[in-house]
């Protein structure tokens, strides 16, 4: 299955020179990272993953509670170049995500499904209108605009 599942990685991915990143051309889910279909067993596997297996063999089975994960040194999501890959576990990949700025969702207006500013955040929590007033200022609920006010949302998104 292994020269099976080369080729029908290989045929779909943009292989350039060793230090760029490979592109997967095939589908790619929603968060960037490409995934391909393995028939034989009716499942699919994410595409590094199996640039990996296809370059490396099997993936360690000890990588803590959800096995071995493999992990971007390019950061592309869509990259299978096997020289752009490591393995770790999960742990590590999310402080890896950490580190790199990413995974994190920021808070106020760095956070891209932030409805409104602080300066608006900060208007609802010190207005003496109601909450209701509010609510139809701002386009959203008197409940949501409650939670603004006592801190359970920092921003009706």
């Known amino acids: 299955m292994n020269s099976e599942l080369a080729a029908r990685l290989w045929a779909k991915v943009d292989r350039r020179s060793p230090d760029e990143c490979w592109i997967w051309t095939a589908y790619l889910r929603p968060d960037g990272y490409g995934e391909l279909g393995i028939p034989k067993i009716r499942k699919t596997i994410l595409a590094h993953r199996a640039a990996w297996i296809v370059t490396n063999g ?3 089975t000890k990588q803590g ?22 393995v770790g576990t999960q ?10 700025g990413r995974g994190v969702s920021p808070i106020g207006s760095g956070n ?3 409805k409104y500013s602080e ?3 900060a208007f609802i929590r010190n207005s003496s209108l109601s909450g209701r007033e509010l ?15 006592v801190g359970k949302r920092r921003s009706a998104s």
């Not at 509670?65 to 490591?86: E, K, Q």
């Not at 609510?135 to 006010?149: C, L, V, W």
Request: hydrophobic share 30%.
């Open 65 to 86: 509670f959800h096995g071995a994960v493999v992990m971007h040194l390019c950061d592309n999501p869509a990259c299978c170049n096997p020289l752009h890959l490591t």
């Open 91 to 100: 742990k590590e990949n999310i402080r890896d995500c950490r580190a790199k």
């Open 112 to 114: 891209g499904k932030t």
């Open 58 to 60: 099997p993936l360690p």
């Open 119 to 121: 300066t608006d955040t």
């Open 135 to 149: 609510a139809k200022m701002f386009n959203t609920t008197p409940q949501y605009i409650s939670n603004i006010r």
